[in-house]
């Protein structure tokens, strides 16, 4: 006997459906699997033989002949199990063939027959919404996550056995020997397999930051100063200073300051997450802004992505969020400098034999340096690195990564007076709430456009939402020959100080806002 069972897959962050086709027939008994499959897809055929037979049901003494279609795109992943599973089942008259009509599947098949959480059931999920399906059978630890998408009924499961006696009280219940009215046929279904039930409003407004907070940092004015325009702004952020005083502590709370993520925002991050696996089983919804540290032993790969079937790297694991580069000369060069189209393009495209794919890759890059090799430069009681080795150490940060950095903050060593304090010091939610009055101007000049935030704003468009007066045109002019600005730095600077404008509450750009703005240019200030 032949029948489908429809099924996905995913291609970096795109859905795409796969009709998992078996035919049963006469023959020397066999287990066939076709269709363009990576090992993964291969080893299912054991993964379900043995998984039906523990879960008593024996394969037929037949030829039995699985093809994942279409058989031009690869497949790959452990999620065609169950639509195998159940497809063989179907086959072998174990339910009608009408109970499975309009049901995607997606599964990974333990040897005992309960099924295990697999990657990228999300965007799966919204593909089948999109193209009109309307429910989905996952494993139990991935059901919050498919969930998520409104509009379609997404139920988990927890082994095979239980999405066979689902599909059986469906049958039942179509007139194929069953009894009872409309509502008892639902009720019988949902009490196999109940639809799960997310609240993704409830998950966004409470994200749960943890215990770190502003409040906490002591002194640092400038820096904090800093970090409050990069977040309003969405601009890069390089701190610089030695060992102790608070760079990486000022980086972890950022996000804290950040405005909150959107549920449409939250849905694209927890896509690339579930591509990535990254998601801890019976996860919805990524709540908050992301944060990813990457140790300076990564690899270009890990921080892009990539891999003989690409999958998305930290860059794209903290779109919408923070990426931060902790001891940035300790990093290889060639993985440093491999940020430079991302940072400007925010997306990431991995070229591959078997495809190619895009990820995105919009991020605030936040990231931290000591001055010199031994950190206390220019402390000369201190620090005792040459000249040349001081400049072998900043020469590890290419130029053009340098350019690409909004804000740079210098941080000096802590004043006692700061760490004896008796008063408060300001809080994140005090911050936060001034990045965010600062955000809804940028919302409401940006409507109708491309922009989200004033970091966004590219060339074309300076003289639109970055004008400035004819003394501010004398303020950037004198600042161009004296900083010996390029095309780029000369930009940001405008970028930045439209940024620092709308925290002031001004439309104008003025001259105080640009200088303060010049003031976080490296070196020359």
């Known amino acids: 006997m032949y029948c489908k069972i429809l099924s996905g897959g995913v291609m970096g962050i795109s859905a795409n459906f796969v009709w998992v086709e078996v035919d049963i027939d006469t023959g020397l008994p066999s287990f066939s699997l076709v269709g363009s499959l990576g090992s993964e897809v291969r080893e299912s055929r054991e993964r379900v033989s043995v998984a039906l037979k523990n879960a008593g049901y024996a394969l037929p003494a037949s030829r039995v002949t699985v093809n994942l279609a279409p058989a031009d795109v690869h ?13 063989i ?3 072998m008259h174990y339910f009608p063939q009408e109970a499975a009509e309009g049901i995607l599947f997606l599964g990974e098949l333990g040897l005992g027959g309960e099924l295990k959480r697999i990657r990228g059931v ?3 999920v919204q593909a089948a919404k999109e193209a009109g399906i309307k429910e989905c059978i996952v494993p139990q630890g991935n059901a919050a996550e498919g969930a998520v998408i ?13 999405v066979v006696a689902f599909l059986c009280a469906g049958g039942e219940n179509s007139g194929k020997g069953g009894a009872g009215t409309a509502g008892e046929e639902t009720t019988g279904r949902e009490r196999i397999l109940p639809r799960t039930i997310v609240d993704t409003q409830a998950l966004i407004q409470n994200p749960g930051h943890g215990g770190d907070d502003f409040s906490q940092v002591s002194g640092q ?3 904090k100063r800093g970090a409050e325009i990069a977040a309003a702004g969405f601009h890069n952020l390089l701190l610089i200073g030695p060992p102790g005083v608070g760079k990486s502590m000022i980086a972890k709370r950022m996000p804290g300051i950040l405005p909150p993520i959107t549920l449409e925002e939250s849905l694209e991050v927890t896509g690339i997450h579930s591509v990535a696996g990254a998601l801890r089983d019976g996860q919805a919804l990524v709540p908050g802004r992301p944060f990813q540290s990457p140790h300076h032993t990564a690899s270009s790969t890990t921080l892009l992505g990539g891999g003989l079937y690409p999958k998305p790297g930290l860059i794209s694991m903290a779109h919408r969020g923070i990426l931060f580069l902790d001891e940035l000369p300790e990093f290889r060069r060639e993985v440093i400098d491999s940020l430079r189209q991302p940072l400007e393009e925010r997306r990431v495209q991995i070229a591959r034999m078997r495809g190619s794919v895009d990820y995105p890759s919009d991020i605030m890059l936040v990231a931290a340096m000591n001055p010199c090799p031994c950190g206390f430069f220019p402390d000369r009681n201190r ?9 072998r150490y900043r020469g590890k940060v290419s130029g053009p990564i340098m350019d690409r950095i909004d804000l ?16 408060e010091e300001e809080s994140s939610k005090q911050i936060q709430q001034r990045v965010l009055e600062a955000r809804k101007r940028q919302e409401e000049r940006f409507a109708g456009t491309k922009y989200r935030f004033n970091a966004d704003i590219r060339a074309e468009d300076m003289e639109r939402f970055c004008a400035l007066s004819q003394a501010g045109k004398q303020v950037m002019e004198k600042l161009y020959y004296r900083l010996q600005l390029g095309a780029r730095a000369y930009h940001r600077i405008r970028k930045v100080a439209r940024t620092i404008a709308d925290l002031a509450g001004e439309e104008k750009i003025r001259e105080e806002h640009l200088l303060e703005a010049a003031g976080f240019r490296p070196g020359e200030r």
């Open 75 to 87: 497949k790959e992943g452990t999620g065609y199990d169950l639509p195998m599973a159940v497809g």
């Open 89 to 91: 089942l179907q086959a």
């Open 122 to 124: 999300l965007p799966i």
């Open 150 to 162: 409104p509009g379609i009924a997404v139920r988990g499961a927890e082994n095979i056995a239980q």
């Open 221 to 223: 004015a400038l820096a």
């Open 383 to 391: 620090c005792k690195c040459s000249e040349a080795q001081i400049a």
């Open 408 to 423: 740079w903050v210098e941080l000096q060593a802590v004043e006692l007076k700061h760490l004896q304090q008796t008063w």
